[in-house]
């Protein structure tokens, strides 16, 4: 129940491309589905969230689609760039700040010019 | 600069010599964490801390030790390392009872420990 299912592992997508995460989530009391993305050698930084009540969010190149009844939510990367390349871990949680958020096993993505 | 700072980033050791990284945030979070990144599994919580000397294990605490004794810094002791701890770990803050779009998780840059 307190899992959080993230597909596929690696991505290769082609300069211009849509980069495609999958996320799936058990506990529907989880209410902030965060994206976070991490460069190597460096922390994850948060990307981009989402509440439930929300199908939808979108901040430049980057989408987060949530399907509250299906228990999903993806991110998508429009006109990706070779700087995208990286990884990326979707998460979620319950509650107000300080607690814990559970995060997917990652995503590693190359972004090829 | 608001920041989530580790050291020392990178660390070699060997089996049972008691070990401690440090963390320390500058944005005055009631909220830190450990976490394990290994590959294949995600990062994976070791232990948290609500506030001053309020700590609590989390997913992987096994072999891990914690202290809160000031807001700002959030030790991870190992106290007889072993290989399998071998990892990349972070440390990470948040606010405290707000919610959690206006407060979110902020990381360091990770400290990647070998133990032989």
């Known amino acids: 129940q307190q899992q959080v299912k993230q597909s596929p592992q690696s991505l290769i997508v082609q300069k211009g491309g849509i980069s495609i995460i999958n996320c799936a989530y058990e506990n529907t009391a989880f209410d902030y589905f965060p994206w976070y993305q991490q460069f190597p050698g460096k922390g994850p930084a948060l990307l981009i969230a989402?509440?439930?009540?929300?199908s939808e969010k979108k901040e430049g190149r980057f989408t987060i689609s949530f399907n509250k009844s299906a228990k999903q939510f993806s991110l998508h990367i429009m006109d990706s760039q070779p700087g995208d390349s990286a990884t990326y871990f979707c998460?979620?949680?319950?509650?107000?700040?300080?607690?814990?958020?559970?995060f997917g096993k990652g995503t590693t993505l190359s972004v090829s010019s | 600069e608001a920041q989530v700072t580790q050291n020392p980033r990178y660390l070699i050791t060997v089996t049972g010599k008691k070990l401690t990284v440090t963390c320390s945030q500058n944005m005055n979070h009631e909220y830190m964490s450990w976490y394990r990144q290994d590959p294949g599994l995600g990062l994976r919580q070791i232990y948290y801390s609500m506030n001053v000397e309020v700590t609590d294990k989390g997913d992987v605490p096994e072999g891990y030790k914690v202290s809160r004794k000031e807001k700002r810094n959030f030790p991870l002791i190992l106290e007889s390392p072993s290989p399998n701890q071998t990892s990349l770990y972070f440390c990470a803050s948040s606010r405290q009872g707000r919610s959690s779009y206006n407060s979110p998780l902020h990381f360091g840059n990770g400290t990647r420990l070998t133990v032989t």
């Open positions: 998460a979620a949680k319950r509650g107000q700040a300080g607690t814990a958020l559970i």
């Open positions: 989402i509440r439930p009540d929300v």
